[in-house]
């Protein structure tokens, strides 16, 4: 499947800077309502399957969250790119106490469930991969960042 309907100028954010998970989350979902891509009930529902479900993984060249909400709390499809200018904590994905330290997120709102699953399990292998990662780091503008992602998402098939 090609994920490039995804991608959005206006939901990159290059070297942000926050204090907190809380911050990040807020301004995320304060962001997202704004542009109506979900519904009010996206901020509380984000802030829970982080709790439930931590999102922080840690990879060999990159550390990354990937939070995300259930597909009823979105209204348009996107993905929403932050890359930290000061690195987050987040809990490890699968544990439940070990906390790592994250340089990049991806905002995932997907409205069709099926469709999550495919492009979380897509972004964790593009995660894995030397090539996309070293490009990844050495991005410094919305405009590279998306040209890179439509690349990266448009040669992909299901």
Same mark, same amino acid.
């Given at each position: 499947?090609?994920?490039?309907?995804?991608?959005?100028?206006?939901?990159?954010?290059?070297?942000?800077?926050?204090?907190?998970?809380?911050?990040?989350?807020?301004?995320?979902?304060?962001?997202?309502?704004?542009?109506?891509?979900?519904?009010?009930?996206?901020?509380?529902?984000?802030?829970?399957? %982080? $709790?439930?479900?931590?999102?922080?993984?840690?990879? %060999?060249? =990159?550390?990354?969250?990937?939070?995300?909400?259930?597909?009823?709390?979105?209204?348009?499809?996107?993905?929403?790119?932050? *890359? =930290?200018?000061?690195?987050?904590?987040?809990? $490890?994905?699968?544990?439940?106490? %070990?906390?790592?330290?994250?340089?990049?997120?991806?905002?995932?709102?997907? *409205?069709?469930?099926?469709? $999550?699953?495919?492009?979380?399990?897509?972004?964790?292998? *593009?995660? $894995?991969?030397?090539?996309?990662?070293?490009?990844?780091?050495? =991005?410094?503008? *919305?405009?590279?960042?998306?040209?890179? =992602?439509?690349?990266?998402?448009?040669?992909?098939?299901?």
């Amino acid at each position: 499947m090609i994920y490039t309907h995804l991608i959005n100028k206006e939901l990159i954010l290059m070297n942000g800077e926050f204090s907190s998970q809380k911050e990040l989350f807020n301004e995320i979902s304060d962001v997202l309502l704004d542009k109506n891509f979900v519904r009010r009930s996206f901020k509380k529902a984000l802030f829970q399957r %982080e $709790q439930e479900f931590p999102t922080g993984l840690e990879t %060999e060249r =990159l550390n990354i969250a990937i939070p995300h909400t259930d597909a009823i709390h979105v209204k348009e499809p996107f993905l929403y790119v932050i *890359k =930290l200018q000061k690195a987050l904590p987040f809990i $490890q994905m699968g544990t439940t106490n %070990e906390w790592i330290d994250v340089d990049s997120i991806f905002v995932l709102g997907i *409205k069709d469930p099926a469709n $999550q699953i495919g492009f979380l399990s897509l972004i964790m292998n *593009k995660l $894995q991969e030397e090539t996309f990662t070293h490009e990844f780091n050495s =991005l410094s503008s *919305k405009e590279e960042m998306v040209t890179f =992602l439509n690349h990266t998402f448009r040669s992909v098939h299901k």
